[in-house]
């Protein structure tokens, strides 16, 4: 998510205070191990395959939980200030290279020749070494109303999201079309999925995700090309014109537009395939076996869907004391090699197995796994992050870009995008 994207807020202010007060207490003792994440279903789901093998150990875990909001700036300051406090924490490709010199690597640690080698670009640091271990598959999927839409009527191209969209609200099924995240840090789930569906990207090359590329090119920006306008202005249409999402959209974060999808109020939204048992909760969800996922509707310049797939995983600080990397390591290498456990995190998250040989299991018993392998697997990828330094000053210039033009006039749109193109260069290079 990309992307992943990560997740988006999941604790109030209150609950956040709590989880850094948690995080101010005198260091555990040595059989417990402090896991540091952001409070997703899916990293709960993995911590208790974490848990069963470390029960067996003798060793107890203690689950701190962060929001979101701060989690980035809270973790970077207990790494650069060589903090103990966490054995265990979340990692994400968005900010896998801001981290990769205060870690630990695990290319030793149990399983992690059995992991799918592509999502793993962000996470290798100088010397070409490791710095994560994977605990899911975060794939952007494109999720639709599947006792509103057949699935031979699930729209291919943009246009046709519009046209399927409009059909449904005239008809009274739904109040929206489609509703996504787009607020910062949001983009994947409307403007980023959909430019990469133009055959475009942030930066030249298209699709490249190495400093190399970037830098043969001058990191030059690419928003103001025609692509790239050409989904300003889809949005801009479907927020204020054809009115297929809401005008509101430009400040959703993931949170808000699933809860909207949730509620039955629109016919299609893209997330994470991690947010498939969220959909798909009867105790939380309204369209509860009534989701499906399909391909990614693509435009103009493109004649097949791309998608994106990369990870979310643990990684160890080395601020850390030997004995708990050691047993850090043994307990993530017992998660990596739990095949049932992982299955089990499928069956009740919809995240996809970091270990590939769960996946044969999954593609012969289970028709979901078979439907997100079509949706996302078996086609074209892209990284939803870019990985260098700088990409956090580069996102937030984008967005403030992006928001921007979808918030003025239709015909600003180009101004405004080639006005934007310094800022991002200039985040892009900034020392």
């Known amino acids: 998510m990309t992307k992943a994207r990560g997740i988006r807020g999941y604790l109030p202010a209150a609950a956040a205070l709590l989880a850094l007060g948690a995080l101010a207490t005198p260091a555990q003792a040595a059989e417990t191990l402090t896991i540091c994440h952001g409070g997703h279903p899916i990293m709960e789901s993995n911590i208790k395959i974490i848990e069963k ?5 003798g060793v107890n875990i203690n689950s701190t939980v962060i929001a979101y909001a701060i989690f980035v700036p809270k973790i970077t300051q207990l790494l650069t200030t060589n903090s103990p406090q966490c054995d265990i924490i979340w990692h994400n490709d968005d900010w896998g290279q801001l981290w990769k010199q205060y870690l630990v690597t695990t290319d030793d640690v149990a399983g992690i020749a059995d992991v799918d080698k592509q999502p793993l670009d962000a996470f290798w640091n100088d010397e070409h070494k490791l710095t994560v271990v994977p605990m899911v598959h975060t794939v952007g999927t494109f999720f639709y109303r599947t006792d509103l839409v057949p699935e031979n009527e699930v729209p291919k191209t943009l246009d046709q999201l519009v046209q399927v969209s409009e059909k449904l609200q005239k008809a009274g099924k739904v109040k929206w079309g489609y509703v ?24 030249k090359p298209i699709y490249a995700r ?8 001058n990191w030059t920006p690419i928003i103001d090309q025609p692509c790239h306008r050409e989904i300003v202005e889809y949005w801009w249409d479907a927020l204020h014109k054809t009115k297929i999402s809401p005008e509101a959209m430009t400040t959703y974060g993931r949170n808000e537009a699933n809860a909207i999808f949730e509620a039955g109020d629109a016919a299609f939204t893209v997330a994470d395939s991690t947010f498939w048992g969220e959909f798909n909760d009867k105790n939380k969800s309204l369209v509860a076996g009534k989701v499906g996922m399909a391909k990614f509707p693509y435009g103009p310049r493109r004649t097949a ?38 299955i089990g995190m499928w069956n009740e998250t919809g995240g996809p197995p970091p270990n590939l040989k769960t996946w044969g299991t999954l593609k012969q018993k289970d028709p979901t796994f078979r439907a997100l392998q079509n949706a996302v697997f078996d086609n074209e990828h892209v990284h939803s992050a870019y ?13 403030d870009v992006a928001i921007r033009a979808l918030t003025g006039s239709r015909e600003a749109i180009p101004q405004v995008l080639t006005d934007g193109v310094k800022s991002l260069h200039d985040a892009a290079v900034a020392q």
């Open 53 to 57: 093998w470390a029960k067996k150990a």
């Open 180 to 203: 996504g995240g787009m607020s910062m840090n949001n983009t994947w789930f409307s403007l980023w999925w959909t430019m990469w569906n133009n055959q475009c990207d942030i930066l």
């Open 305 to 342: 869907p791309i998608s994106w797939i990369d990870i979310w995983g643990w990684a160890i600080p080395k601020a850390v004391s030997p004995e708990h990397q050691k047993l850090a390591k043994q307990f993530l290498g017992e998660m990596l090699t739990d095949l049932d456990g992982q």
């Open 210 to 217: 190495t400093v190399k590329e970037w830098a043969a090119e």
């Open 387 to 399: 990985y260098f330094t700088n990409w956090p000053q580069l996102h937030k210039a984008y967005s």
